[in-house]
Nanobody, 123 residues
Framework: QVQLAESGGGLVQPGDSLRLSCAYS????????MGWFRQAPGKQREFVAV????????AYADSVRGRFTISRDKVKNTVDLQMNSLKPEDTAVYYC????????????????WGQGTQVTVSS
C-alpha cells in the first residue's frame, strides 16, 4: 500500500522561505513521477512541480518557476519542495502525489495523494 505523508507547512511572512517534505512508503516503479500540487480556498487544485523518480527531470508551473525547487532523495524515499520568496498568493494546502506512467501534471495519471499540509503567507 502506497502512502504519502507531507510535512513542513506553516505560517510565514512574504519573502520568507519554507521547505515541504513528502515521505513515500510502498512500491515505486521506474516510470513513476512525484509531484506537488496546491489548492487555495475557493479555487481548484493546481499543479506546482513534478519530478521523475528515476532521472530526476523536473517541471514547474509558471507561477513558481525560479522560486520553488523540487528534489527527491532515492535513499530516504522523500520528495521535497523548497519554496523561496513566498508571496501571499502561494497560500494554499499543498499536496504530494505520485502516479504514472504518463505525465501527472494534469492530474490524469495520479494514483495516490497525500493528505496535505497548510502553507499560509501573510504579514
Amino acid at each position: 500500500q502506497v502512502q504519502l505523508a507531507e510535512s513542513g507547512g506553516g505560517l510565514v511572512q512574504p519573502g520568507d522561505s519554507l521547505r515541504l517534505s513528502c515521505a513515500y512508503s510502498g512500491g515505486i516503479s521506474s516510470s513513476s513521477q512525484m509531484g506537488w500540487f496546491r489548492q487555495a480556498p475557493g479555487k481548484q487544485r493546481e499543479f506546482v512541480a513534478v519530478i521523475t523518480w528515476t532521472f530526476g527531470s523536473t517541471a514547474y508551473a509558471d507561477s513558481v518557476r525560479g522560486r520553488f525547487t523540487i528534489s527527491r532523495d532515492k535513499v530516504k524515499n522523500t520528495v521535497d519542495l523548497q519554496m523561496n520568496s513566498l508571496k501571499p498568493e502561494d497560500t494554499a494546502v499543498y499536496y504530494c502525489a505520485t502516479g504514472g506512467p504518463g505525465p501527472i501534471a494534469t492530474m490524469r495519471n495520479i494514483k495516490y495523494w497525500g493528505q496535505g499540509t497548510q502553507v499560509t503567507v501573510s504579514s
